[in-house]
């Protein structure tokens, strides 16, 4: 298996809640919880699981062993195969300029007939920027034109800002048995997002799902789910068979490291990190629901058990080998990812794709 066969859109009927759901903060404790939005490829991998659990689609053990999702992406509604990608942090698109990260060798100057690899001396080369004062303000891109110079992106009409925001309101607290609110703490403040119109979430699977509608996400939130084949010349598949050279980036968060400590990348010994470099930010927070349990609940409600708060390395976040990694995202073996029962590659991690950067052998 190395491609992915479906892409499920998901197209919320109303709000939905966007929650961190994995640490206590200060913005949490002021009601600013929906600081993480789209859900994780694990939301839809639950779903997927509950939904063929309460009306089976596949063999239960065959999902167990060989479900591949990833996620989060969004697209146009009358266009979802054309879905948007987070942009790689080397490449700065503000509103009305474009800026691009390269290396350069400033210590040791190299004659224009020696050949790129004898000139390639990772060590020796830094990051630099034209204009270091300017900020991103386009953070998503089609995945049709991956790879292309921030200028052709623009001129392509390929970028785009997260077509979402974050809205605040009073939430009631309703009694049991009346349709009135609580009296002790009745109301609450909930950050919900508004999706524009026209526009879904987008997630990647080698299963199918029923479309229909569902509840979905941390609130069950209802939405209308989609499902639509992939081949294998999909711009998203092709691009995955494409070994990666010096440098690729990350459209999905990465979770690196054991299953107690996260780290920036996989700290399996044949993973080349000597001498590797990065273009990141800080580390986002990673939790999903394990499933439901019935355990200790009054009247046998269910309950979302959570899985093992973690830190991810941010989409878009860019890295940088010595020597050809020659392998491309599904090569990537297990072992480089923390363990839930199942290898975290499963929930699509640090899904990859290679690109070209300046000063950079390709």
């Known amino acids: 298996m190395s491609q992915f066969k479906y892409l499920i859109t998901i197209s919320p ?41 309460e009306t089976p689609f596949t063999d239960h053990q065959d999902l167990s062993d060989n479900l591949m999702v990833a996620g989060p992406f969004w697209a146009k509604q009358d266009n979802p195969k054309a879905f948007y990608v987070p942009i790689p942090w080397h490449k700065v698109i503000a509103e009305t300029q474009d800026d691009e990260w390269f290396f350069e060798n400033k210590s040791n100057p190299t004659t224009s007939d020696e050949s790129e690899d004898i000139k390639w001396c990772l060590g ?80 990647l699977s080698n299963y199918e799902i029923p479309e229909g509608w569902y509840r979905f996400g941390g609130e069950g939130h209802l939405v209308e789910i989609e499902t639509h084949t992939l081949s294998e010349k999909h711009k998203i598949n092709r691009l995955l068979q494409h070994k990666i050279k010096h440098a690729f ?48 609940q009054p009247q046998g409600n269910p309950t979302g058990r959570l899985s093992r708060g973690r830190y991810a390395v941010p989409a878009g976040s860019v890295y940088v080998f010595k020597h050809p990694l020659e392998m491309n995202w599904w090569d990537f073996p297990n072992e480089w990812f923390p363990k839930e029962g199942f290898p975290l590659k499963h929930l699509g991690c640090g899904l990859c794709l290679p690109v ?7």
């Open 13 to 53: 009927l109303g709000l939905m809640y966007g929650s961190s759901g994995a640490f206590l903060s200060p913005e949490n404790l002021v009601g600013r919880s929906g600081a993480k939005f789209p859900p994780d490829a694990g939301a839809i991998a639950g779903l997927i699981f509950n939904t063929n659990r």
């Open 249 to 296: 980036a990350l459209i999905t968060p990465g979770v690196w490291g054991s299953n107690q400590f996260s780290y920036r990348y996989p700290i399996h010994p044949d993973f080349p990190r000597k001498g590797m470099k990065m273009l990141t930010d800080k580390a986002i927070s990673y939790r999903y629901r394990l499933g439901q349990s019935r355990k200790n």
């Open 124 to 203: 020796q080369h830094q990051w630099q920027r034209q204009n270091k004062d300017l900020n991103p303000e386009y953070i998503w891109q089609s995945i049709d034109a991956w790879n292309l110079p921030s200028n052709e992106l623009r001129e392509r009409d390929a970028i785009a800002k997260a077509p979402w925001e974050f809205v605040s309101f009073l939430h009631p607290k309703i009694k049991p048995d009346e349709r009135h609110v609580v009296e002790k703490d009745g109301l609450f403040l909930e950050n919900a997002v508004q999706l524009r119109q026209n526009c879904c979430l987008v997630y």
């Open 356 to 362: 070209d950067i300046q000063g950079v052998p390709k």
